[in-house]
């Protein structure tokens, strides 16, 4: 059963994010909060945490849609080819914040996903993800947790997902109610950005 840890986003417990951390290293899968809806996780570098991501959201893991949670811009240059001035004047008006950027990917990504030209990057607002990409030292693999609810899309209350999750992921954070709105996902691959998802996130980014 996972362990379900309470974490305070004011003030996050630096034993607290010591044992996500602990868990991501060993390969666990995570649940957590991002400043959209809760996001389920796992370490960017571990082959087999991320095919258990990719069997749970039943897609294969070279096709699977995951995004980066990286914890400021200068972690996204690790992943992504250079990027032109314009492109880095979007991302510093809109990171740390609620979208996800397609860019162009480097030679450095993991080689579960070498086949791609682009990547999606995450900077959440959120003091819980960031403190754990930080500790972590890489990025982590992410995508959102659905719900089977017809009227609400996203699961917000972390005692409902640690409910239904609690046999399928390692850990459950509880960092307050979840929002309902995904992130914004723009692509800034070509010429022009071009809006995927209009969610959470302001277009007046652009």
Not at 3 to 27: M, R, S, T
């Amino acid at each position: 059963m996972a362990q379900f840890i309470k974490i305070y986003p004011e003030n996050p417990n630096e034993k607290e994010i010591a044992k996500v951390v602990k868990a991501l290293k060993d390969g666990g899968l995570i649940i957590y909060p991002t400043d959209t809806v809760y996001g389920l996780g796992c370490d960017i570098t571990n082959t087999k945490a991320l095919e258990r991501i990719a069997k749970i959201k039943g897609v294969k893991l070279e096709k699977a849609n995951f995004s980066f949670v990286c914890s400021d811009l200068s972690h996204i240059s690790d992943y992504i080819k250079q990027i032109d001035t314009s492109t880095f004047k979007i991302l510093k008006r809109a990171l740390p914040g609620p979208y996800t950027f397609i860019l162009p990917g480097n030679n450095n990504l993991p080689k579960e996903f070498k086949k791609r030209t682009t990547v999606g990057i995450r900077v959440p607002d959120n003091v819980i993800a960031i403190e754990i990409v930080k500790r972590l030292g890489n990025p982590i693999v992410s995508t959102s947790i659905h719900d089977d609810d017809e009227i609400l899309e996203y699961s917000t209350d972390p005692e409902l997902i640690f409910e239904k999750w609690q046999n399928i992921v390692d850990v459950v954070i509880d960092g307050g109610y979840g929002d309902n709105h995904a992130s914004t996902i723009i692509d800034l691959s070509g010429d022009e950005p071009e809006v995927i998802r209009e969610g959470k996130g302001s277009l007046d980014v652009l």
